[in-house]
């Protein structure tokens, strides 16, 4: 019954209908008592993997024979590596908690070199293979040190396998290889760093106190890769949603003195990490970020904006320069003197139109540098953002760009937007002996409007894109939208720039965002409307739509919107009759 022939012969007939499947892997299981069966049964190509395939069936009888089968042949150390390859991983996961140390180690070292796929990482880790991996890796010789640590980052490329390793106190045995100087272990620095870089993806990480000051200590004592994986791992750290004091502790140790030279590397890897991780430092440090650069770190930003072939070092160099503090005027002329706008200007005007997360971080962060050169404290250096093309760029981003960019993008038109009024009375004046062309009389300031020289936001075709975003879903530029807005209705174009935003179908998306927008643009919403409805055509028209969205916001809004609802209520005649509301 051993034969090698008949044992082919029943294994042939696991692919055929659920009667025959079933006898034959029972009789196959029957006949698995012998020891010569179950090293020929081990050897029959396609057998292991039809009994993986029985086993994940509908067939209960037939699953349940097939496991028992393969637990048989698991007692050979290929037959369970054989199972592994065809998903069934139970087998080696025995092996790793169980197994002579040999076989740890070729089980480990058999992982490590295996193509996974997600669904395989988690069954290894809902099986329960890292904590043997980690134990072989903090108590074994080098050997096994070496494949477990190779088997965990092949493992540590998904999600929930993370948080299983930083359950098992890894991370603390990880930094302390790091700062080993024992040469037998340097082998091991590498994939250990990889994991590290993994690990540092999950937030729990955090609950190691100072691990990234422990990391920031490395850098300059690891090679290249090491160095490499490190950065990230601190930039992943340092993103995290409540890594504010992480990142205060990273400051007060020094760490913009220590990354800064690495903008200067050659090896791109390290240099673009190196950029990510003070971008994200930036963010919170605008007034002390200015002494930290100074101007040479500031030209060499300039000068990787201008010679970087990849748009992500782009993105965060910006970014970086746009979290300069706006109001210091001694960097505005510092980056001016530098280029950098008309070199912003060429990079976003000649950037592809395929919308990828790198390209919108990049637009994000150029609109930002945007915000500074459309000052409206300074007419002149608006008058140099306009010449070199901004304000088409700025319109343009409303419609394309990501939330982020569309707010920035409002923010800098409507800063534009406050002095169009004073800039087109003093063209008026210089202009008073030549009559305008018709189309350059602008129908909300009354005067002759030109894109370049008075910033109009009507001439630029920037109100109707505006009011798309209040029509949308995304909330997040409403406030900086509705303040554009807002320069329509002051002194004495108010009435006019009313009419213009009705004329636009600009009221009933006002109206939604008193429905849904932030506290913010709710109030920027109530000060829009009641100088709206002072005009009495918009207030007929759209009286009635209002009081239901008002009403609602008496009832339910915040209390700091009490005061304007009821002035808006009283301003369409509805107070003393909804009295009960306030």
């Known amino acids: ?141 080098l050997e096994a040190k070496l494949s477990a640590l190779s088997a965990l980052q ?52 955090l609950v190691n106190q100072d691990v990234a000051q422990q990391m920031l200590s490395l850098l300059n004592l690891s090679s290249p890769v090491i160095q490499n994986h490190l950065l990230q791992a601190l930039n992943s750290i340092a993103s995290h949603s409540r890594a504010s004091r992480v990142r205060r502790k990273m400051k007060e140790n020094c760490a913009f003195q220590l990354l800064l030279p690495f903008l200067m590397e050659t090896n791109i890897k390290i240099r673009s990490s190196a950029l990510n991780l003070l971008y994200t430092l930036s963010k919170d440090l605008p007034e002390e970020l200015t002494d930290q650069l100074g101007e040479t770190y500031i030209k060499i930003l300039i000068n990787i904006i201008l010679s970087s072939t990849l748009d992500s070092e782009k993105a965060a160099a910006v970014g970086i320069l746009g979290h300069l ?89 409507a800063q534009l937007s406050q002095n169009s009024s004073s800039l087109k009375k003093s063209r008026a004046l210089r202009w008073s002996c030549v009559p305008p062309p018709a189309d350059a009389i602008c129908e909300v300031h009354g005067g002759h409007c030109l894109v ?15 009011i798309q975003i209040l029509e949308g879903k995304e909330r997040e530029a409403d406030e900086a939208v509705l303040g554009a807005l807002a320069t329509l209705l002051h002194d004495e174009i108010w009435e006019s720039g009313s009419n213009y935003i009705a004329k636009k179908s600009g009221i009933p998306a006002i109206l939604k965002v008193l429905e849904s927008g932030s506290i913010k643009a709710q109030e920027k919403a109530l000060w829009i409307l009641e100088k709206v409805f002072e005009v009495e055509e918009h207030r007929d028209k759209y009286g009635e739509s209002a009081q239901v969205v008002l009403i609602d916001l008496a009832q339910q809004g915040d209390s700091r919107l009490k005061s304007a609802t009821a002035k808006l209520l009283a301003q369409l005649e509805l107070l003393q009759v909804q009295s009960s509301y306030f």
């Open 154 to 205: 092949n493992l540590s490329n998904l999600t929930e396998n993370i948080q299983r390793l930083i359950s098992s106190g890894i991370v603390a045995s990880l930094l302390q290889l790091l700062f080993s100087v024992t040469s037998v272990l340097m082998t091991l620095r590498e994939p250990a760093s990889a994991i590290l870089a993994r690990i540092a993806q999950s937030e729990s990480i």
């Open 325 to 413: 503090p706006i109001s210091d005027k001694k960097v505005t002329d510092m980056l001016k003197r530098a280029n950098l706008l008309p070199i912003l200007v060429s990079l976003m005007t000649s950037k592809s139109e395929i919308s990828t997360e790198t390209t919108c971080w990049l637009v994000e962060s150029i609109t930002g540098v945007f915000i500074r050169f459309t000052n409206p404290s300074d007419k002149k250096l608006q008058l140099y953002s306009a010449e070199h093309g901004v304000i088409p760029l700025l319109v343009k981003s409303l419609s394309s760009g990501s939330s982020v960019a569309k707010c920035r993008a409002a923010t800098s038109l």
């Open 452 to 466: 370049k020289s008075t910033f109009c936001l009507v001439k630029a075709g920037a109100i109707s894109p505006m």
């Open 1 to 141: 019954m051993a034969d090698v022939g008949l044992l082919s012969a029943l294994v042939k007939v696991l692919v055929r209908d659920e009667e025959e499947r079933r006898e034959a892997v029972g009789l196959l299981l029957d006949l698995s008592g012998l020891q010569s069966v179950r090293r020929r049964l081990g050897r029959i190509q396609g057998c292991i993997v039809m009994l993986v395939a029985l086993l994940n069936g509908d067939d209960a009888v037939a699953s349940h024979h097939a496991g028992k089968l393969l637990k048989a042949l698991s007692s050979n150390t290929q037959n369970a590596l054989h199972m592994a390859e065809a998903g069934y991983f139970k087998p080696l996961v025995q092996y790793l908690k169980e197994g002579s140390d040999m076989s740890k180690i070729l089980m480990a070292t058999a992982l490590s070199r295996m193509e996974l796929t997600d669904q395989s990482r988690a069954s290894l880790g809902e099986d329960g293979a890292i904590e043997p991996l980690v134990r072989m890796f903090s108590t074994g010789k």
